[in-house]
């Protein structure tokens, strides 16, 4: 599904990843994305540094754009056009303030009503631009 979003509501040359998460989601949605998209570079962030590494260490192999660790959520974030989300996280993640304009967010990791990936400004904004973009006259 998220293969499918990204196609369709993405701009065309999004090319910029960060993916926050560094489990079996995550690497099934590096390779989604790769799909979809010409990829320039990769940046992911996990709880821990060093998950962030292995991920990029196993992966990088499979893909011929840089995949690179950052130590944290916002410095993967920053300058995405595309933010991957799959962590178990019952706080937000990534904050309104480092998400550039028009990047697309595919949210996957929270599952439950009382936790989420993302800050209620981002949610607002991103519920707001899409209706917006989608109203039917």
């Known amino acids: 599904m998220s293969a499918v979003a990204t196609r369709s509501f993405s701009p065309d040359d999004a090319s910029e990843l960060a993916i926050i998460g560094s489990g079996i989601q995550a690497r099934s949605h590096l390779e989604a994305m790769a799909c979809v998209r ?3 570079r990769a940046r992911i962030a996990s709880s821990r540094f060093d998950r962030a590494r292995q991920f990029t260490s196993e992966m990088q192999p499979r893909f011929t754009f840089p995949i690179d660790a ?3 959520p916002q410095a993967a974030v920053r ?3 595309l933010i991957v989300t799959v962590t178990t996280s019952r706080e937000p993640v990534i904050l309104r303030e480092w998400v550039s304009p028009g990047a697309h967010i595919n949210a996957i990791g929270t ?3 009382a936790a989420r990936e993302i800050d209620t400004a981002t949610m607002q904004r991103r519920a707001c631009s899409w209706i917006d973009a989608n109203r039917l006259e």
Request: charge should be negative; avoid cysteine; charged fraction near 15%.
């Open 38 to 40: 010409s990829i320039g």
């Open 70 to 72: 950052v130590e944290t």
């Open 79 to 81: 300058g995405a056009d």
């Open 111 to 113: 599952y439950s009503p």
